[in-house]
Each structure stands twice: as structure tokens, then as C-alpha cells.
RNA sequence: GUGCCUGUAGCUCAAUGGCAGAGUACUUCACUGUGGAUGAAGAUGUUGAGGGUUCGACCCCCUCCAGGCACCCCA
């Protein structure tokens, strides 16, 4: 490959086939958030660095945020998340929405970070939240919309999950143990990591932040224990509606799960591959106040966001993905020879004008024409030579069967609709 | 942003510091009215890029680029 200027580090390109997939993808996630009410919205890509500054000290957007000054030399930012963008449509106009809020979107995402597997500069985020409402049915409801999704896509209950705690549970539950609420969130942070870190390492961590054994013997035991949501109500409110929104194969209790994101004030959520092979496919979780940053008055709401790339891996490795390039039901109608072309040239018009898809071939040989068919994924094609010219009829060939019937060419469209 | 690993034909991978190869895919033909098989022939590379060491570098050294693994963070 010599000189091909090269694509910015952790872009992708979408070459038809990977197009389609990704249309695939988003015609599963918008049946999933319709099928629940939820609209689709968006904001622009580009926003100033105010919008995130509100939330200082955060890493995503202080880090990893890709920013740049336009022509007048203001500082520009591309999002890298889609809340604050939110939080502002949604405080801009206040008093005039309707709540709760349902609403949903998919587009693009950048975010500064080394691209590796499942990760990428450029990534399409999917997001859904409901803005509004503080109940726990609101939170159900959430988790039945990425349910329906990952049920939708083909993805089984023993493939994956959504693992579930609740914020307050675990803050209740670390008070118990004694510790301190100035060393709540770095114990939080240690929790959401106990997975990754060797598990020596981890006590060690612990045991520095100035707990003593008794409580980190607590705390383990406590990550141990799924049954630790029948302690909180709210959870078991949850579990319950799960239950009656049909979901319940797809839910699990963690108290593992915490989540880095400081907002997130309740129930909080993730899903992964059941044998914990990617990273996590979504995340979200309950929070108190989503405007207050932005200038808005106090709401609350619940929501979630899934990239595209780790979710796509996962459908890839269970063989979950179409692979048909073009619809197969296009109509591949071929040419005999260059006499016969206007006759070929005039028969996928009327097709055309039936509705059908149409490729048409050009004047060579029959065999290259048909290897084109068949590498294109297509069910059917055309022959239209002098005899079928001859004697007014046209060749239907089966591409995956290899059968061939002549059909007449007024009963030609007919046929063929019979066929689809 | 930190540490480590990798980079050879479209793809998967070979090649003790000594003429860059195989499988597969591709093109053409056997088959001038038919694509999944078979056989024959053909084409394909600045060995990621640039520098250095050497008589000689895919191989050793340096820098950069890209991808991957772990961290960080998170979708």
C-alpha cells in the first residue's frame, strides 16, 4: 500500500458492508426505544467548552475531550457524551416540554483516548433517557427498553446481561461498615475496579485508605453477596417490575456494579457477556438532577448510552450480524449480448416501476455476469436472449437453487411478486 | 497520558543477517446461453514510514505512524 494518505488514528472506515450493519443496528435500537414511546432527538456535534465546564473536574472532558479553536478563535468543542447536550435542550426549554420525557438518539462521538480493542476515537453512541419521573418504574423501564434490544438483536439471557445495584444501598451498606463519607467515593472507585486489580493488590489499596481488616473482611463479603438486594426496598420494587415487564431473564443483582460517572445517584446499570469476554456493552444508571449544572431547575431522570463498537463485537462473535451486502431481493436482470441490450435496458425499467429493486448487468460474458450475481448475495436473475426475445417470455433463474423457468412476459411481474 | 507486544501480497501467515515465499482470494482460459466443483496459466509487495549499523537488513539499533494487551477512563 504506497501512499495512501492514511484515516485519523481511531476513525473508521464504513465500506458498504459495514454501512449495512450499522443501519441494521440502528433499525434495532430505534424498534426498541419506539416500542417503549421514547422520540428521537439530537444536538449539533459541535459545542463550546462552556457546556462541559460546569462539570469540572472531570476527566472525560478535561482529558479526553477532542478540543480546538475555530476561525474567530473561540474554543470548540467535539462531544465527547450527549447528557450535558441534553441538560441544556432540556433546561432551554423548561417549562414548555411535556414530562416525563422520553427520548432517545443515536450519532457520533469523539473522545481523545488510545483506540484499542472496543474502543475508538470516533464512536456512535446510542442514548436513551427518561427525564422527570423519580419513580423506580421509570428505572424498570429503562432496563426493559435495553432488555427488548439485546433480545431483539438475538442475543440470549445466557449470552447476556444487565447487571444492576443501587447507589444508596451501597452507601447504606458502607456506613454500616464504618466507613467514613470522605472515604466513600474513593472506596466506591475501588469497588467498580475489585475485577481488574489482582486481589492483593486490591486489599492493599483498601487497607491504605485507612480501613482496618475487620472492614475490608466486610466489604468482601459483602461484593460476595447477591442476595444484598432484598435489604433495599427500591430494589426489590425493581426485581418485581422487571418481573412483570417480562424482562427478568435479562436482569441480575452485582454490587459490583458502581459506575465512574459522579451523577448517577440511585440505581445504576451495565451489560456484559455473561462470560465477561468485552467490555461493557451499555451503562447508565438514576440521576437526581440532571439541569441543575446547566442553569436549570432541579429533575431527575434515568437513562443509558451504548457504542457501537463493543456491541457490535459481541453480535460478530455469536454470529448475530446479516451479512447480505445488497437486499437480496434485488433483481439482477443480465444482457445477452449488445443487441439485445435496450430490450434488458427497457425490462428493468418496468421492474423498476413495479417496485422492484433492480441491478443492471452490462453486455458481457453470461458467466462473469452470474459470478457477479451470486458474489453480490442476490436470489434471482434475468435472461433475456433471443429466444426469450423470440418467443416473448424471460428466464427466471433461482441463483441458490440454480433452477430456471421460463415465464411469459405479461405474467412476468405477477410472478415475480409471487416469488418475494 | 503510562508500560508492554505486534506490523511481510486483498486476507491468513512463512522466510539463521545472504535472490521475499506459501495457502487462500483475484484475473484469464478449459466452458463462444449460465455463477458454488476441478484443472492449467497469470498478476500481485517501496516487507507500516524514515533514518542508522553492515560488504549485505523483513531480521539488529533509533525515531515516528498504526493496531493490540494491561493501566487510566469509559460506550
Redesign the pocket.
Known amino acids: ?3 495512501v494518505i ?1 484515516s485519523v ?2 476513525t473508521r472506515d464504513f465500506y458498504p458492508d459495514e454501512m449495512a450493519k450499522r443501519q441494521w443496528l440502528i433499525q434495532k435500537l430505534t424498534e426498541a426505544s419506539e416500542a417503549f414511546g421514547y422520540q428521537m432527538y439530537d444536538g449539533p456535534c459541535l459545542e463550546t467548552i462552556d457546556l462541559y465546564a460546569a462539570k469540572s473536574g ?3 472532558v478535561k482529558e ?1 475531550a477532542f478540543v480546538f479553536n475555530d476561525r474567530g478563535g473561540d474554543p470548540i468543542t467535539l462531544r465527547p ?1 450527549l447528557t450535558p447536550t441534553l441538560a441544556r435542550m432540556v433546561a432551554s426549554r423548561q417549562n414548555q416540554l411535556t414530562f416525563p420525557l422520553r427520548w432517545w438518539a443515536f450519532g457520533p462521538f469523539w ?1 481523545y ?9 470516533e ?1 456512535f ?1 446510542w442514548n436513551v433517557d427518561q427525564i422527570g419521573s423519580d419513580s423506580i418504574q421509570a428505572d424498570a423501564e429503562l432496563l426493559a427498553v435495553a432488555a427488548t434490544f439485546l433480545r431483539n438483536v438475538g442475543l440470549t439471557p445466557d449470552q447476556v446481561k444487565l447487571y444492576i445495584n443501587d447507589r444508596q444501598l451501597m452507601d447504606g451498606q458502607l456506613s454500616k461498615i464504618g466507613i467514613s463519607a470522605e472515604q466513600k467515593p474513593v472506596m466506591l ?1 475501588l469497588i467498580d ?1 475489585i475485577d ?2 489482582p486481589a492483593d493488590i486490591w486489599d492493599e489499596k483498601v487497607l491504605a485508605e485507612g480501613l482496618n481488616a475487620e472492614q475490608l473482611k466486610a466489604i468482601r463479603e459483602l461484593l460476595e453477596n447477591q442476595e444484598l438486594w432484598q435489604d433495599s426496598e427500591q430494589m426489590r420494587n425493581l426485581f418485581a417490575l422487571l418481573e412483570d415487564l417480562g424482562v427478568e431473564e435479562y436482569v441480575a443483582y452485582d454490587p459490583k456494579i458502581i ?3 459522579d451523577y448517577y445517584t440511585g440505581t445504576v446499570f451495565e451489560a456484559h457477556t455473561v462470560n465477561g469476554e468485552f ?5 447508565g444508571g438514576h440521576y437526581a438532577n440532571l439541569v441543575g449544572d446547566v442553569g436549570g431547575n432541579p429533575l431527575p431522570g434515568v437513562g443509558f ?3 457501537d ?2 456491541i457490535m463485537l459481541v453480535l460478530e462473535a455469536y454470529g448475530l450480524i446479516p451479512a447480505d451486502l445488497v437486499d437480496p431481493e434485488t433483481l439482477f436482470v443480465t444482457v ?1 449480448n449488445e443487441d439485445t441490450l435496450t430490450e434488458s435496458i427497457r425490462l428493468a425499467g418496468q421492474l423498476r416501476a413495479a417496485g422492484f429493486k433492480v441491478i443492471q448487468a452490462e453486455p458481457e ?4 455476469q ?2 457477479y ?3 453480490l448475495g442476490l436470489s434471482r436473475a434475468l ?1 433475456l ?4 426475445i423470440e418467443g416473448n417470455t424471460v ?1 427466471v ?6 433452477e ?1 423457468v421460463g415465464i411469459d412476459r405479461d405474467k412476468l411481474i405477477e410472478y415475480l411478486y409471487q416469488k418475494v
Open positions: 500500500m504506497k501512499n492514511k488514528k481511531g472531570e476527566e472525560l479526553q457524551e473522545r483516548e488510545r483506540p484499542q480493542k472496543g474502543r475508538t476515537r464512536f453512541q472507585h475496579r481488574k486489580l459506575r465512574g460517572l467490555r461493557a456493552i451499555l451503562g448510552a451504548m457504542g463498537v463493543v445477452f460474458k453470461l458467466a462473469k452470474f459470478k450475481a451470486d458474489r435472461v436472449g433471443p429466444e426469450e428466464m433463474k433461482d441463483l441458490h437453487n440454480f430456471q
